[in-house]
């Protein structure tokens, strides 16, 4: 049930303050993490993360009589960059209605409901939440539980789809990345002098309707009809698959389920396999030998393969990684600008013609070759998750192949065996012991022409 918001400016405000609106994303618990704001200060902008846990306190001291920003997802440093990020529980567009000739010359009611059939016209399910930034709106779709950073790529896939189909009414092409700040409730826009505030509520103002991210995609992401009805008898499989996938979990913790890599999350994955090498070895400096510039070019070049950064926010995203490889390093940004404009060239959507097959504009290489660059040893990709030789892929599969018998029950073969020579014990000492067939076949839970068998080979 929509609740599009009619009071007074006072009621609004009342309904939504900064920290109610802020925790619908941004949940009070005790989870760890950050947040970030974003101020105007004079002509310069001001940022700074806090913990989680500090955000009532931190939003209760705000200016708002200022243009301020907050964070839409939340980090595992105090500091907004994708590279760090920790969960986000929300997709959002956001609307410069005042740039689209459909919206500029209607009223902030009207924006909503063309915004509304927009979205029913389009598939899309209604906003949880539209908010009034003082010149446009922020349209967020809450979601039921966050997700983790391993699910980003899917995230802004979706994060694309809502803004290539919203981008008639106004939607920002640059304001999709999960860095991402946006206007601060109760805040006030500088340029307008209005103040910002939530303007249209799904469900109720008390508990806002909240989406399931997979249903939310099914329904974003492009599939055929026969893709979509293969994708829902998965997923009724999966339901009477997952008591024994749970059943896996318990008895074997370490035993992985191996859900496979798309494009962009590989190159996510391989993101982490760099970090994570980089964590095995103490850092990327040892003795007087560096490979910190070679690690950041493919860290750079697997976050913007993801799809994780704008090429607008490229040197802020590789500042930030060069700060973790080495704090006190300097390095020279035109030693990334190639890559960079390999990045763009890839958000643009350009490709490259190579072996009769169009390849990414960014660098695609195969694991041996970063192998070889970075001299992984064979102990070290034990502890990674894609960058491995086949050998170690084909050991990695066997072992979850083992896993999903025994969890369905099927016993390998040398156990098969195992028990079949023990029964053969047992069926011979019953026979010398003058029992008769059928009584031996009752007692052991066989049938009797496989008592005959067992005595034949004795």
């Known amino acids: ?33 950050f947040f970030s704001l974003l101020w105007k200060e004079g002509q310069a902008k ?29 980090f595992v440093v105090p500091n907004r960059r994708v590279v760090n990020l920790a969960r986000v529980g929300l997709l959002f567009v956001d609307l410069d209605t005042y740039k689209s000739d459909l919206m500029k010359h209607r ?52 994060q694309k789809a809502l803004v290539e189909a919203l981008e008639p009414l106004g939607a920002d092409r640059q304001a999709r990345d999960a860095s991402r700040v946006l206007r ?39 599939f055929s009809r026969e893709e979509l009805q293969i994708l829902r008898e998965q997923r009724a499989s999966e339901k009477e698959a997952r008591k024994a996938k749970l059943k896996l979990a318990v008895e074997n913790p370490k035993a ?11 190159a996510w994955a391989r993101l982490e396999d760099l970090r994570t090498l980089g964590k095995i070895r103490g850092g990327w400096i040892d003795d007087e030998t560096s490979m910190r510039t070679t690690s950041l070019h493919w860290q750079l070049n697997f976050l913007c393969l993801a799809g994780a950064v704008h090429h607008s926010t490229f040197h802020h995203e590789a500042s930030e990684l060069a700060k973790q490889l080495d704090p006190k390093w300097k390095f020279a940004a035109d030693e990334l600008s190639t890559l960079r404009a390999k990045a763009q060239a890839y958000a643009n ?19 041996q070759t970063l192998i070889d660059i970075f001299g992984i040893t064979e102990d070290e990709q034990r502890q990674l998750r894609t960058i491995i030789t086949p050998a170690l892929a084909t050991e990695r599969d066997t072992l979850r192949q083992r896993e999903k018998r025994r969890a369905a029950g099927v ?37 009797r022409a496989t008592v005959y068998a067992a005595l034949k080979k004795a």
């Open 349 to 367: 959507g350009q490709a490259v013609d190579f072996g009769g097959r169009k390849w990414p504009a960014l660098y695609t290489p195969k694991n």
């Open 107 to 158: 009223s902030t009611d009207e924006q909503i409901q063309t915004l509304h059939f927009w979205c029913a016209d389009n598939g899309i399910p209604l906003p949880s939440l539209v908010v009034f930034s003082g010149r446009g709106l922020q349209a967020k779709w809450l979601l039921s539980q966050a997700l983790p950073r391993s699910a980003l790529p899917r995230w802004n896939a979706c």
């Open 46 to 74: 001001r940022q700074r993360s806090y913990p989680l846990a500090e955000m009532a306190q931190v939003l209760n001291l705000v200016d708002y009589s200022r243009d301020t920003w907050i964070s839409q997802a939340e």
């Open 184 to 222: 601060l409730v109760e805040s006030v826009h500088s340029v307008s002098g209005q103040r910002v505030h939530v303007v249209d509520v799904q469900g109720s103002a008390s508990m806002p309707q909240a989406y399931d991210f997979e249903l939310m995609a099914e329904q974003l992401l492009p």
């Open 411 to 447: 016993q390998e073969r040398s156990e098969y065996l195992s028990g079949f020579q023990d029964r053969y014990v047992v069926i011979r000492e019953m026979k010398d012991q003058g029992v008769a067939v059928a009584e031996i076949a009752r007692r052991v839970g066989v049938t």
């Open 256 to 266: 992985a389920i191996f859900k496979g890599y798309n494009g962009r999350a590989l």
């Open 1 to 33: 049930m929509s609740a599009l918001i009619l009071q007074s400016e006072h009621d609004q405000l009342n309904l939504f303050s900064a920290s109610s609106e802020a925790e619908l994303y941004h949940p009070v618990s005790p989870r760890h993490g």
